[in-house]
C-alpha cells in the first residue's frame, strides 16, 4: 500500500498569515497521463470532509484561491495564504493512483 | 444541487452484516464518469477507503477488507449501498458516502452515520 505521511501533525498560526503542509508519498503518484493523483481535504470540527484541491493543483469548486497546492511526483504541499477563521479543522492529503486509496493521518489547523 | 446523506443501523453485534444505505441527489449514477465511493472514520482517527462504484457497475475494494465488503447500486432510485459482514468492534465508525466526478475524487460528501459494533 502506499503510505501518505502529513507534516506537521499540528500548526497554529495567526490569522492572516500563511501556512503550509507538507505530504510526502511512499511512491510516485505519477500516473502515466502526466497527473499526479494526490488530493487534500479540510475535515472542519464536526463536519464532513470537503474537498479542496484535485489532482495536486487544481482547486475545487468553490474553494477560495488562497488555497493552493503544489509538489512533485512524491513530494507535495498544501499552502493556505492568509489563514482566516474558517480555515481552522484537519487536513487530509490522499493519493488516488492505486488501489487501495489511502489518506494521510492528518494535519490540524489551530488559529493562535 | 448535489446531497448525500447515508444511512444505517446504528448500533449491531458482532459477526452481523452491516448494511448501509447512501441515498442522492444531484447526479445520476447513470452518468458517464460518475461514481459513489465509501469512506469511513473511527471517532478521533483518519480516514479509510473502503470501495467504490461506477456508473458502468464497475467495483473496486479495499483488499484489507475485500473478502467482506459488497457494493452495489439502484440507479432508478439514486442509492449506493455498502454490506460489510462478519462485523466486529473494528468496524465502529463514521461511515460516509461521496460522490466521484471524473477526477474529482469525492468532492461531495454525505453527512456520515455512526455505526457501533458492541456486544
Known amino acids: 500500500d502506499i503510505v501518505m505521511t502529513q507534516a506537521p501533525l499540528s500548526v497554529s498560526v495567526t490569522p492572516g498569515e500563511s501556512a503550509s503542509i507538507s505530504c510526502r508519498s511512499s511512491k510516485s503518484l505519477l500516473h502515466s497521463n502526466g497527473i499526479t493523483y494526490v488530493y487534500w481535504y479540510l475535515q472542519k470540527p464536526g463536519k464532513s470532509p470537503q474537498l479542496l484541491i484535485y489532482?495536486?493543483?487544481n482547486l475545487a469548486s468553490g474553494v477560495p484561491d488562497r488555497f493552493s497546492g503544489s509538489g512533485s511526483e512524491t513530494d507535495f504541499t498544501l499552502k493556505i495564504s492568509r489563514v482566516e477563521a474558517e480555515d481552522v479543522g484537519i487536513y487530509y492529503c490522499g493519493q488516488l493512483l492505486e488501489n487501495p486509496y489511502t489518506f494521510g493521518a492528518g494535519t490540524k489547523l489551530e488559529l493562535k | 444541487q448535489v446531497t448525500l446523506k447515508e444511512s444505517g443501523p446504528g448500533i449491531l453485534q458482532p459477526s452481523q452484516t452491516l448494511s448501509l444505505t447512501c441515498t442522492f441527489s444531484?447526479?445520476?449514477?447513470?452518468?458517464?464518469?460518475?461514481?459513489v465511493g465509501w469512506i469511513r472514520q473511527p471517532s478521533g482517527k483518519g480516514l479509510e477507503w473502503l470501495a467504490n462504484i461506477w456508473w458502468d457497475d464497475d467495483k473496486y475494494y479495499n483488499p484489507s477488507l475485500k473478502n467482506r465488503l459488497t457494493i452495489s447500486k439502484d440507479t432508478s432510485n439514486n442509492q449506493a449501498f455498502l454490506k460489510i459482514t462478519n462485523v466486529d468492534t473494528a468496524d465502529t465508525a463514521t461511515y460516509y458516502c461521496?460522490?466521484?466526478?471524473?477526477?474529482?475524487?469525492?468532492?461531495?460528501w454525505g453527512q456520515g452515520t455512526l455505526v457501533t459494533v458492541s456486544s
Open positions: 444531484g447526479f445520476s449514477l447513470s452518468t458517464y464518469g460518475m461514481g
Open positions: 489532482r495536486m493543483s
Open positions: 461521496a460522490r466521484i466526478e471524473g477526477l474529482q475524487w469525492f468532492s461531495y
